[in-house]
């Protein structure tokens, strides 16, 4: 099959999940809670209507969502590929995002499903359903089954819950819609426990978090104008804290709250010498998307990310110099 420009309707998924026996879901590497909760979400909606199913990401199981039900099932990559017809690419911006393993393990799929919410995303599927209204790719996964009538088990529910929460700020960011709060009311009567559920994803971080926002907070910095707040984190810090990835996640609020500021960023050494950036808008006039763009990154208007080599302190130069040039030009 050939990649799609158009949408594929929700109709043409089914008739791709009726006629198939075997599925693998994948997300993108250093996953979030919403690559780990679509999965979640799909997977055992898939299970309960009777497919097989495997669940793969490329780097596994974050320890801040192991309290998800069924998260057991998310699995690293065999070094043999899966013995599965239909590949589906959830969350996940571009192709390579998935990681080689999980490429390598997905590679006896005939047909590709990419389902996802980046406005970034170049529609690598055979069949794409590119959303970038919808708040979370969560929250896409939850129209796809009930427009399938798809049943929604205990996991299902949960997850896609967390998915959505996740990538709303607890339901606060402007992406956030009526049907947003219809969903999660829709998924509280079936029974999902709020209280709990937000407790688990939000009051149990590990102390070491803590200690590596005063590290970061060590090194805040506001551009003269106010504009642009950055805090970066150096191999170092990680070693000696004993950081796991997910350890950061969410912690750019901190600093994109701010008053006055405009454009938050991070920036974070990694081990293979490349440098992550994170950047948040909380203005739509300034699009990280594009700025992301152009160090080959992508993401959404208000939320993007790029990869890109370092040392540190040349990316970050770099970086904010764009971010300059973008306030200049559209502010
Ligand atoms: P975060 O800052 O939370 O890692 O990512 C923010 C958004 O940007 C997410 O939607 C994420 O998928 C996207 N993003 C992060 N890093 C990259 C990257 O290196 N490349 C692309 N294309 N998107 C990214
Ligand atoms: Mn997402």
């Given at each position: 099959m050939s990649e799609s420009i158009q949408n594929a309707t929700f109709e043409q998924i089914g008739e791709i999940i009726r006629q198939h026996e075997s599925f693998v879901i994948l997300s993108h590497v250093r996953p979030d809670g919403d690559a780990i909760g679509s999965q979640l979400a799909l997977g055992f909606a898939l299970k309960a209507a009777g497919k097989k199913v495997r669940l793969i990401n490329e780097?596994?199981?974050p320890e801040n969502l192991?309290?998800?039900?069924?998260?057991?099932?998310i699995e690293t990559p065999p070094a043999e590929p899966i013995d599965a017809e239909i590949a589906i690419a959830l969350d996940?911006?571009?192709?390579?995002r998935l990681g080689e393993k999980s490429l390598h393990a997905a590679s006896n799929a005939k047909i590709w499903l990419n389902i996802d919410h980046?406005?970034?995303?170049?529609?690598?599927?055979?069949l794409n359903l590119i959303d970038?209204?919808?708040?979370?790719?969560g929250q896409i996964i939850y129209e796809l089954l009930l427009a399938l009538h798809l049943p929604i088990p205990d996991e299902t529910r949960d997850a896609i819950y967390v998915a959505v929460s996740t990538d709303t700020g607890s339901f606060q960011y402007?992406?956030?819609t009526a049907r947003t709060y219809e969903m999660a009311a829709d998924l509280i009567r079936r029974g999902l426990d709020v209280g709990e559920i937000n407790s688990s994803t939000y009051?149990?971080?590990?102390?070491r978090r803590l200690e590596l926002l005063r590290a970061l907070l060590n090194t805040l910095e506001r551009s003269a104008d106010g504009l642009i707040a950055h805090w970066s984190l150096t191999e170092d810090v990680r070693t000696d804290l004993k950081l796991?990835?997910?350890?950061?996640?969410?912690?750019i609020d901190t600093i994109r709250s701010?008053?006055?500021?405009?454009v938050a960023a991070f920036f974070e050494e990694l081990f293979d010498g490349k440098i992550r950036v994170s950047m948040r808008s909380?203005?739509?006039?300034?699009?990280v998307c594009q700025i992301a763009a152009e160090f080959g990154g992508g993401g959404h208007a208000l939320a993007a990310g790029i990869r890109m080599t370092g040392p540190i302190e040349e990316a970050r130069e770099k970086v904010l110099a764009a971010i300059q040039r973008a306030i200049v030009a559209h502010g």
């Amino acid at each position: 099959m050939s990649e799609s420009i158009q949408n594929a309707t929700f109709e043409q998924i089914g008739e791709i999940i009726r006629q198939h026996e075997s599925f693998v879901i994948l997300s993108h590497v250093r996953p979030d809670g919403d690559a780990i909760g679509s999965q979640l979400a799909l997977g055992f909606a898939l299970k309960a209507a009777g497919k097989k199913v495997r669940l793969i990401n490329e780097d596994g199981l974050p320890e801040n969502l192991a309290f998800l039900r069924g998260s057991y099932k998310i699995e690293t990559p065999p070094a043999e590929p899966i013995d599965a017809e239909i590949a589906i690419a959830l969350d996940t911006a571009t192709k390579p995002r998935l990681g080689e393993k999980s490429l390598h393990a997905a590679s006896n799929a005939k047909i590709w499903l990419n389902i996802d919410h980046h406005i970034s995303n170049p529609r690598y599927g055979d069949l794409n359903l590119i959303d970038d209204i919808s708040p979370a790719t969560g929250q896409i996964i939850y129209e796809l089954l009930l427009a399938l009538h798809l049943p929604i088990p205990d996991e299902t529910r949960d997850a896609i819950y967390v998915a959505v929460s996740t990538d709303t700020g607890s339901f606060q960011y402007p992406s956030t819609t009526a049907r947003t709060y219809e969903m999660a009311a829709d998924l509280i009567r079936r029974g999902l426990d709020v209280g709990e559920i937000n407790s688990s994803t939000y009051d149990n971080h590990p102390f070491r978090r803590l200690e590596l926002l005063r590290a970061l907070l060590n090194t805040l910095e506001r551009s003269a104008d106010g504009l642009i707040a950055h805090w970066s984190l150096t191999e170092d810090v990680r070693t000696d804290l004993k950081l796991r990835p997910e350890d950061s996640e969410g912690l750019i609020d901190t600093i994109r709250s701010i008053e006055g500021v405009r454009v938050a960023a991070f920036f974070e050494e990694l081990f293979d010498g490349k440098i992550r950036v994170s950047m948040r808008s909380k203005d739509i006039r300034f699009n990280v998307c594009q700025i992301a763009a152009e160090f080959g990154g992508g993401g959404h208007a208000l939320a993007a990310g790029i990869r890109m080599t370092g040392p540190i302190e040349e990316a970050r130069e770099k970086v904010l110099a764009a971010i300059q040039r973008a306030i200049v030009a559209h502010g």
